[in-house]
């Protein structure tokens, strides 16, 4: 029997299960990129080409909306995030999501109102309030770990969110039924 990481555990407040549940979202996203295998990792795996440039694109593409989001960078050409430096390395790109996911996490860590902005620059507007942010980045997130979970899986048939080996093939534990 295989074992997931299961939904985390978290405070009971709005802004701890938020925050929990992202931060659950966004380790099992970079998981998913953290050793995947060159060239594959940079290639579209489905006929549609999802994602455009496959698995490392879109760790690019999430970098960029975290930097958006939290961060108040501008975004001037959204399908551009989704393309991969051809010089980056995958080490590379997942360094500068986790250093964007820490940037994110300590202008949130000063938000104690949810519905208060976004502490953030915004030349065209005012920011979204705390709880949008964050439901936003849940959602997105969320979305593109499960183009992630299936990319990986054609790349090299690793499944799941959490690293273990099982009958000498690496797998990425499948299943969120656990109890809670």
Known sequence: MRRDTPPPRTGSSETEVLRGFLDHLRNSVSAKVEDAPEPQVRTASVPSGANLLGLLGLLGHL???????????????????????????????????????ARANDVLDECADLGAPVPRPRSN????????????????????AGHADILRELIDGTTGRRPSRENGHRTLAACACAPL
């Open 63 to 101: 970098t960029s909306v975290e930097r958006a989001t939290f961060l108040g960078e501008r975004v001037t050409d959204c399908q551009a995030t989704f393309h991969a430096a051809p010089g980056d390395s995958v080490a590379d790109v997942v360094t500068r999501y986790r250093q964007a996911v």
């Open 125 to 144: 507007g005012s920011a979204p309030s705390v709880r949008w942010a964050l439901t936003h980045m849940i959602e997105e997130t969320g979305r593109h």
